[in-house]
C-alpha cells in the first residue's frame, strides 16, 4: 500500500538532505509491500538491498536532525553568482574533466551553480564517476544522453550504488517496466536522489487524490516523471485551482492528469487566467476543455489573438455539430503561419495587419 497520509508543505530542497536523509528503512516490510490496490507482489530483491543498506546508514539516519518532508533542490544558477573555480583552466590536468567533456558534460553551466565545480574536480573517473555509468548504461540510458544527465545533477556521483540499486529494485518491484524505468531516470535525472520512502509517498499522493489504478500510477510516472518530484506546494495549490476555482470533477482531474500532468506544474494565476478566457469568452465546456487540454498550455494573449482574428473572419466556431469547425487543439497549434494557413484559411499579411491595429 502506498503512504496516503497528508503531507507537510514542501519548499525548495537543498544539498545536504537529499544526500542524507533515505528516510527510516527500519519499516523495511511496508517500503517492500505492494504499493497499488489492487496488486500483490513480492519483491524479494528489495528486501535483500534495503537490509544491506539499512546496516550501511544506520548510523547515518539516526544522526540526522532533519525532517523527513523537507528534501533539498540541487544548487540552480544565481543570476550574480561569480564562480570561484574556473573548470576551463583545469581541463589539461584532469583525465576527470577530460573524460566528461568526452560524454557532453557542459562544464560551463555546473560552475554557474554553487559549489557544483569543487565536487567535480575532486572526483576521480575511475573510482566516483565510471561504475555509475555503468549502473546507467544498464538501464538502458543512450549513452548520447549521459552528458546532459550529468550536467543537470553532478552529484549523482555522491548517490552510493546501493542506494541507488535499491531506488530502482524499488520500481522493479512495483511492476514498472524496464522502458518505463528508463525514461523515468532519463527524462528527470533527479529522480534517483530522492529515498524509495518518499517516491513511495509521492505516488501515493497521487493514487489517492485522483484514484488511480496502478497502471495509471506507472503511466504518469512514466509520461511525466519530473512532476512526482516536483514542489509539493505548486501541485497542491494547482489541484485547489482546477478544482475549486475551475470547477472540474473527479473523472475530470484524472483525464486532465493523465493527458496533460504538466498542469500541475505550471504557474497557478496563469492557468486560471487561461481557463478564464476560454471558458468564460469563447464558451468553452469542461468537457471541450478536457478533450483539448493543449489550449490550457497556451500563453493566454496568444489564444487571445487567434481567437479575436477568427472572429473577424467568422470562423471562431468551436461546436464540432456546426459547420467551420475548428478545433481548439488545431488553434493553439503550429506557429502563425501554419495557424493562418490552415486555421484560419488566409494569408499572413492579413493576420499581420490584424497584430498591428489590436
Not at 190 to 216: A, C, H, V
Request: hydrophobic fraction near 40%; aromatic fraction near 10%.
Amino acid at each position: 500500500m502506498f503512504f496516503l497520509r497528508t503531507f507537510r508543505n514542501i519548499s525548495k530542497l537543498t544539498n545536504s538532505q537529499i544526500i542524507f536523509n533515505f528516510s527510516q528503512c527500519r519499516e523495511l516490510r511496508k517500503i517492500t509491500r505492494p504499493i497499488f490496490q489492487d496488486e500483490k507482489y513480492a519483491a524479494r530483491k528489495t528486501v535483500k538491498s534495503l537490509k544491506i543498506l539499512s546496516d550501511n546508514n544506520s548510523k547515518r539516519i539516526q544522526n540526522s536532525d532533519e525532517p523527513e518532508d523537507q528534501l533539498p533542490a540541487l544548487p540552480k544558477a544565481e543570476k550574480n553568482y561569480v564562480p570561484t573555480f574556473n573548470l576551463a583552466a583545469s581541463i589539461n590536468k584532469s583525465e576527470c574533466l577530460q573524460e566528461l567533456i568526452k560524454l557532453g558534460v557542459n562544464l560551463n553551466s555546473i560552475e554557474k551553480r554553487k559549489g557544483l565545480a569543487e565536487f567535480v574536480l575532486k572526483l576521480d573517473f575511475e573510482k566516483n564517476i565510471k561504475p555509475h555509468l555503468l549502473f546507467l548504461h544498464d538501464l538502458g540510458v543512450q549513452s548520447e544522453l549521459l552528458g546532459e544527465m550529468i550536467t543537470k545533477n553532478p552529484l549523482i556521483f555522491k548517490e552510493d550504488l546501493d542506494d541507488l540499486e535499491v531506488r530502482i529494485n524499488y520500481l522493479q518491484a512495483k511492476k514498472f517496466k524496464d522502458h518505463q524505468i528508463t525514461r523515468i531516470v532519463t527524462k528527470n535525472p533527479y529522480w534517483l536522489m530522492f529515498p524509495t520512502k518518499r517516491i513511495d509517498k509521492r505516488l501515493g499522493y497521487f493514487q489517492e487524490n485522483f484514484k488511480l489504478s496502478g497502471d495509471d500510477v506507472r503511466f504518469l510516472a512514466s509520461k511525466q516523471p519530473k512532476l512526482i518530484t516536483y514542489s509539493m506546494e505548486t501541485i497542491r495549490k494547482n489541484m485547489f485551482c482546477i478544482t475549486e476555482e475551475m470547477g472540474f470533477d473527479l473523472e475530470e482531474l484524472r483525464c486532465l492528469l493523465l493527458n496533460k500532468p504538466k498542469l500541475w506544474m505550471m504557474n497557478a494565476d496563469e492557468l486560471i487566467e487561461r481557463f478564464a478566457y476560454v471558458h468564460n469568452e469563447m464558451k468553452l465546456s469542461h468537457e471541450m476543455i478536457v478533450q483539448f487540454p493543449e489550449i490550457l498550455m497556451s500563453r493566454e494573449f496568444r489564444i487571445r489573438e487567434r481567437h479575436e482574428f477568427l472572429k473577424t473572419l467568422g470562423r471562431a466556431q468551436y461546436d464540432p455539430h456546426k459547420d467551420l469547425y475548428v478545433s481548439p487543439k488545431s488553434l493553439v497549434s503550429g506557429n502563425d503561419q501554419e495557424f493562418v494557413t490552415n486555421v484560419a484559411k488566409c494569408d499572413m499579411r492579413m493576420y499581420e495587419m490584424f497584430l498591428k491595429t489590436r
